[in-house]
């Protein structure tokens, strides 16, 4: 019997990412395809773009149940999970009294959080308490239960993204604000980065322990599976200033929160790239996806020389079905990555390319 419903070749698959995340599959590649989704299709038709409320939890519950079935015919190296968006960014100051405003995108059937600015001054953040009883806390502890025990033996509940450091001062005051006073108020700009691990810390513990582990593993969005209770760090703030800026309030915020649970990935975007050497070498860091946008080169053009800068940090990267077909095909595909594989015309189409991906070495 199968580990998972939608995922007959699951224990296939984690063991194979198991050995690309302990860094003895450089010479490897693996792959995660995209197949048309009916599901994807009607939430389209059925959802505006655009600010939205809080949906209902066995609503998401059930998009995500149908989706994830729909790819049970995968024999890739993908690991199915639902991502909770609805508290990807807005829950963390929510819980502090944030007003947390919702987003629905259509395209990927997430509706996301965020929350307005809460407060006016570096000065009232030392007025700020956690409230472990915060209605957005019971919020968050109802749809993860929901999801975890639904899921059960069907697919995994990935992590999500933590929003600490300087992404949580952005919460606070805002981005201006926040970059500003890395210069003017160093200090007030410490009390905020302190509070925001306290409350990261807190939420990312509930999280563990409603028990969403899988296989002894942590599910996550795009890298898919990873032994242990695994965090997903951002260093987003980073990417429009120095690595200067990223050594002096980035790595110790990133190295403390991973080393509190079993170790984190991150994601670096096209505007980024600069930053790879000095993320690539946090402690604890397993993993770093590369995204591609809009006015950069896509990540799989930049691939070979990547792949050389990051060492032997393992990657993942995106590329369209035909332009991978095509790179298999000339053996252009550096080891040590997965791809995350867009517009497969079928399981079958997918199915057929992964023969060639697991014999492929680099």
């Known amino acids: ?189 410490r009390r905020a980065v302190e509070l925001g691990f306290q409350v990261n810390a807190e939420i990312q513990r509930r999280f563990f322990a409603a028990g969403p582990e899988l296989a002894g593993g942590t599910c996550g969005f795009g890298v898919q599976w990873l032994p242990g209770r695994i965090v997903a760090e951002s260093v987003d703030p980073f990417h429009m200033t120095s690595v200067e800026d990223f050594e002096a309030w980035g790595r110790g915020n990133c190295e403390r929160i991973m080393a509190e649970f079993d170790g984190g990935v991150t994601h670096i975007h096209g505007n980024g790239r600069h930053l790879v050497e000095a993320v690539c070498s946090i402690q604890g860091l397993k993993a770093v996806m590369l995204g591609d946008d809009k006015g950069f080169l896509p990540a799989v053009d930049e691939l070979p020389e990547l792949r050389r800068r990051a060492g032997d940090m393992p990657l993942t990267a995106g590329v369209e079905f035909a332009d991978f077909e095509r790179r298999l095909g000339k053996h252009q595909l550096p080891g040590g990555v997965l791809y995350l594989v867009r517009g497969a015309a079928s399981a079958e189409a997918a199915n057929r390319c992964m023969e060639k991906v697991r014999a492929y070495r680099a």
């Not at 690309?20 to 299709?41: C, K, M, N, Q, T």
């Not at 015919?73 to 007003?99: I, K, R, T």
């Open 1 to 189: 019997m199968s580990l998972l419903t939608h995922k007959p070749n699951a224990e296939a698959a984690i063991e194979r990412l198991r050995a690309l995340y302990a860094r003895r599959a450089g010479d490897r590649i693996f792959a995660a395809f995209e197949v048309p989704s009916p599901a994807l299709a009607e939430f389209k038709r059925s959802h505006a773009e655009g600010i939205c409320g809080y949906p209902d939890p066995a609503e998401r519950f059930r998009f995500w149940d149908r989706l994830l079935a729909e790819r049970a015919a995968l024999e890739d190296d993908s690991v199915p999970s639902a991502y909770l968006s609805e508290f990807d960014q807005g829950l963390y100051a929510g819980v502090l009294g944030a007003e947390v405003r919702f987003n629905c995108t259509p395209e990927t059937g997430w509706i996301s959080s965020m929350v307005a600015p809460l407060l006016a001054d570096w000065a009232d953040v030392g007025k700020l308490r956690l409230d472990s009883g915060h209605e957005w806390f019971r919020r968050y502890e109802r749809q993860l239960g929901l999801f975890v025990n639904g899921a059960r033996g069907r697919f995994g509940v990935s992590h999500f993204i933590l929003i600490d450091g300087l992404n949580f001062a952005f919460e606070l005051l805002g981005a201006t604000e926040t970059y500003l006073a890395m210069r003017e108020r160093p200090e007030d700009l």
